[in-house]
């Protein structure tokens, strides 16, 4: 049973940074990609960003320029560098990995960004 772990969420400053990580326990087979998603009161969820297992990464436009994406090379870890951070970025942020037979979810993780 493959169980993500998210940390590195809190409350920061405008113009602030955090990291975010998820880590699966178990075994992951097939790895496709992994992903951040964010959901904040009152709006749907969005994707933030998503990295392949090629590396390749996609961002959201609203955070294009301050976010970074990465993940390891066991496929296990995924981190999401988040600078310049501002007070629509407050949110829940959830990872996600796609494997070939089945997607894995984080339990969330809060971000607060105080103006």
Not at 53 to 58: D, E
Not at 69 to 82: A, C, N, P, T
Not at 87 to 93: G, K
Not at 95 to 113: D, F, H, P, S
């Amino acid at each position: 049973q493959v169980q993500l772990a998210e940390s590195g969420g809190g409350l920061v400053q405008t113009g602030g940074s955090l990291r975010l990580s998820c880590t699966a326990s178990g075994r992951i087979s097939g790895f496709i990609a992994g992903a951040w998603y964010r959901q904040a009161p009152g709006k749907e969820r969005e994707l933030v960003a998503s990295i392949t297992a090629g590396g390749s990464a996609n961002y959201a436009d609203s955070v294009q320029g301050r976010f970074a994406i990465s993940r390891d090379h066991g496929f296990k870890s995924v981190w999401l560098q988040m600078n310049n951070l501002k007070p629509e970025d407050t949110a829940v942020y959830s990872c996600k990995l796609v494997t070939r037979g089945a997607q894995y979810w984080g339990q969330g993780t809060q971000v607060t960004v105080s103006s």
